[in-house]
């Protein structure tokens, strides 16, 4: 154990009085972490989603880079539509004596509220990263209904 790095000073229980030089620890940090994504608050817990409204459907992109299709869940309940990511990284590396080893696991998941559509008649595809959901309307309009006040 005496041969290790230090990694992640920020992270430390040992307190420096600074020495003028945390910022650049802080960046090697940040460049050699292997999740270069930890520090984005935005894409740490969620993904990006673009939504297009066409007169006859809804079109939505998700940005979903390396995840494949098995670890989608989509769902449409009460004209929301769910979109969840669950990923658990497997190494299956036998017969080597490892004194540390770490796995990643994360789950992501958006919702998006859309009115009057045809579930279906939803289809979605996923390519090179891009999840595309296209969910046909509803000729259905929402009535509305004007209350008389006594």
Known sequence: MAGLIP???R???????????????????????DNWLSNRN???DTFKIDIQETENEYRVEAELPGVKKEEIDLGIEDNNL????????EVKDEGKNYIHRERRSSSMSRRVRLANVKLDEAN??????I???????????NSTLKIDIE
Not at 12 to 33: A, C
Not at 124 to 129: D, I, R, S, T
């Open 7 to 9: 990694f992640n000073r």
């Open 11 to 33: 992270n430390s229980n040992l307190t420096r009085t600074g020495t003028g030089f945390d910022d650049f620890y802080n960046m090697l940090d940040d460049f050699f972490s």
């Open 42 to 44: 935005l894409l740490r």
């Open 82 to 89: 769910c979109i969840s990511v669950n990923r658990n990284e």
């Open 124 to 129: 979605a595809k996923l390519e090179e990263g």
């Open 131 to 141: 999840l595309t959901i296209t969910i046909p309307k509803s000729t259905k309009e």
